[in-house]
């Protein structure tokens, strides 16, 4: 689409009366979801959705537009008009003579689009049979299935022209047991950036049936004991902890303007030495990863945290561009609508070398955490909160009893130093991150973990 225009002529239009950058932001989704809940198919949503973002950036301050009118007449009219919010002298716009097609991480072997919608219902219906079968104590269940195909194009000066192609594929699956007077929620998702063959990872009745386990054995878990006791966290919980107690905090925009707990610790030991930290783009297949940003900059593996020291913060253009280093290839937005801000890919913890039952085993009492529920994080203070979707308690190396309704509680910096083991394994999680109203794809992945003294606050 953009290399159908006259690009240089719509930039330097954009840039006629001055401006440090100016970008055209292309992008298509083609998506299709399904959702059924209660027992029926409640709806099939397909759409294609296209439009052109343009930002304007003028004396560190952005200026933003978009459309979906895709023609050269509608975008150079918006160019001039955003024009306007500068003042001084204008520059020429540069741009390659071609774009750079982007070599993502992985591409759709079997693109969704192939296949029928019928095979999609199928799969949904199938996991609610499943799950449904395994106790009558479920009591609802809802099953989505999520595709989409995005292409984009990012055209700025100065010398910015590429593109890239994303496949995106997701599997949910939320089931509520009862009984009596207590209710239970299991949950389970896969998917990836990938195509149609992401079900060979994530069989659809695993998935359904770990839901209703989940579910139903959270009716008869008991209670745990608050204070402080040590806490191992399963690789099997996702990376919810690397990605809200220190991963928001080391984007570059909340740290520049104060709102961050590492906004001074460059160079400084923020975590155990046990602990280094990636954020990447670059891992096939993972719902964070792609081959360009949302900025044209390709996608890339930033070290942020080596032997526990910070060693970086994640950057997009705007952000880099002030602070004169280069952007970390974190520039996303949720589509052509937005401005890009600084946000995370895949967030990882690094594997170690101990092994996962040794660390288990390493407890005489405290909590193993094998699922992640919800939780939240001051990026300010680094205090955190984050509730136990799955959890059992250790006793003497042992798993004991199930239990429920347990919190952790805490401070990112100083529960990251707690950690004393660190698994070999590793083990990912998928979601969608929301940030200044925005929503992208992220993965995260940690190995399983042991926070030993002064230990956690379990609640």
Known sequence: MLAEMRLEAVLSALLSRGGEYGELFHEEVKSLSVHREDGKVERVLAGIDAGIGIRLIFRGKTFYAYTNECDERAVLSLARDLSRYADGGGIPAVLPSSPAAARGPSAAVIPPGSREVGEK????????????????????????????????????????????????????????AGNGSVLAMGYETGGGTCGWEFLDEFLP????????????????????????????????????????????????????????????????????????????????????SFGIDDEGTPGQRTVLVEGGVLK???????????????????????????????????????????????????????????KMGGGQVNTVTGDFMFEVAEGYRIENGRWGERVRGATITGNGPEALSMIDMVGSDLGFGLGTCGKEGQGVPVGDAQPTLRFGPPYITVG
């Open 312 to 370: 970086g913060f994640l950057y997009d253009r705007l952000l880099a561009m002030e602070e004169g280093v280069r952007s970390t290839g974190n520039g996303r937005r949720e589509s052509y609508r937005h401005k890009p801000v600084p946000r995370m890919t895949n967030t990882i913890i690094l594997a170690g070398t101990t092994a996962p039952g040794e660390i288990e085993r390493s407890v005489d009492r405290g909590l193993l955490v094998r």
């Open 205 to 288: 009745e695993v998935l359904a049936r770990k839901a209703a386990e989940r579910a139903v054995g959270g009716l008869t878990a008991g209670r745990i004991g608050g204070g402080r006791m040590p806490v191992v966290l399963s690789s099997e919980a996702g990376g919810t902890m690397v990605h809200e107690a220190i991963g928001h905090g080391l984007e570059a925009d909340l740290a520049r303007r104060g709102m961050s707990v590492y906004r001074d610790s460059l160079g400084k030991q923020v975590a155990s030495p046990l602990v280094s930290i990636v954020d990447d783009a670059t891992v096939p297949g993972k719902r964070g």
């Open 121 to 176: 219902v199928g799969l949904v219906t199938g996991m609610d049979r499943i799950a449904r079968g395994m106790s009558r104590e479920i009591r609802q269940v809802r099953a989505t299935y999520g595709e989409a195909e995005r292409r984009i194009e990012v055209a700025a000066h100065p010398g910015v022209f590429a593109s890239d192609a994303q496949t995106f594929t997701l599997l949910t699956i939320q089931c509520v």
